[in-house]
């Protein structure tokens, strides 16, 4: 049984590469092997689910992975911090596919290696500390730093600043709003689903 109280867990990344629990370094084997413990007594990574399989049957799995299950959210948590959208939007697309390859076993594949040079392209300013809270199964993120973080909250805000000026967004919403503005003039929905549909019973079968 997880306990009442949560544990806070701390974790470093240099490049990707995660290098240190609650500021202590570790070899990638011992760290795992310390997060497993500490993850796996707070409930953390127990996985039920139904397996689709490459040879084409449904499979039921059980998996226990608390270490890794704890290693994906602080990592995924620095990257939200450290990447571009439009990168950061592409490295999920690019991550399934990559689960996919390598649960079908094709690791030695162009497309593979292709995809890891994606990945540790993206990975330079993947460096700083996640602190993660843990409790009765859920992982909670209670901070993250790095030396190269994309966030400004004076250049976020949505008062008045010398950064951005809100007015700029006027130009892109007329762009992004045109499509459905030429609809509108030609007198046409804005959904599909409320077009006339065909009438299939017009066309004869041979």
């Given at each position: 049984m997880a306990p009442e109280t949560p544990e806070y867990v701390e974790i470093e990344f240099e490049s990707g590469i995660p290098v240190s629990v609650n500021g202590e370094r570790h070899s990638p084997a011992k760290l795992v092997e310390v997060l497993n413990a500490i993850g796996g007594a707070n409930g953390i990574g127990r996985v039920d689910l139904i397996e689709n399989r490459l040879v084409g049957m449904k499979s039921h799995g059980v998996y226990e992975t608390p270490g890794g299950?704890?290693?994906?959210?602080?990592?995924?948590?620095?990257?939200?911090?450290?990447?571009?959208?439009?990168t950061l939007a592409f490295k999920q697309i690019a991550a399934l596919k990559y689960a996919e390859l390598t649960y079908d076993g094709l690791w030695f594949t162009p497309l593979h290696e292709?995809?890891?040079?994606?990945?540790?392209?993206?990975q330079g300013p993947v460096t700083g500390k996640v602190r993660l809270k843990l409790y009765k199964g859920n992982i909670i993120s209670a901070g993250i730093k790095s030396p190269f973080s994309l966030y400004r909250e004076d250049f976020a805000t949505f008062g008045q600043?010398?950064?951005?000026?809100?007015?700029?967004?006027?130009?892109?919403?007329?762009?992004?709003?045109?499509?459905?503005?030429?609809?509108?003039?030609?007198?046409?929905?804005?959904?599909?689903?409320?077009?006339?549909?065909?009438?299939?019973?017009?066309?004869?079968?041979d």
């Open positions: 299950t704890i290693l994906m959210y602080a990592h995924n948590e620095i990257e939200e911090l450290v990447l571009d959208r439009q292709a995809i890891d040079a994606f990945v540790d392209n993206t600043e010398d950064v951005y000026d809100q007015s700029d967004a006027e130009g892109f919403i007329r762009l992004f709003g045109l499509s459905l503005k030429v609809r509108a003039l030609n007198g046409l929905p804005v959904s599909g689903l409320s077009m006339p549909k065909p009438d299939y019973s017009r066309f004869k079968r």
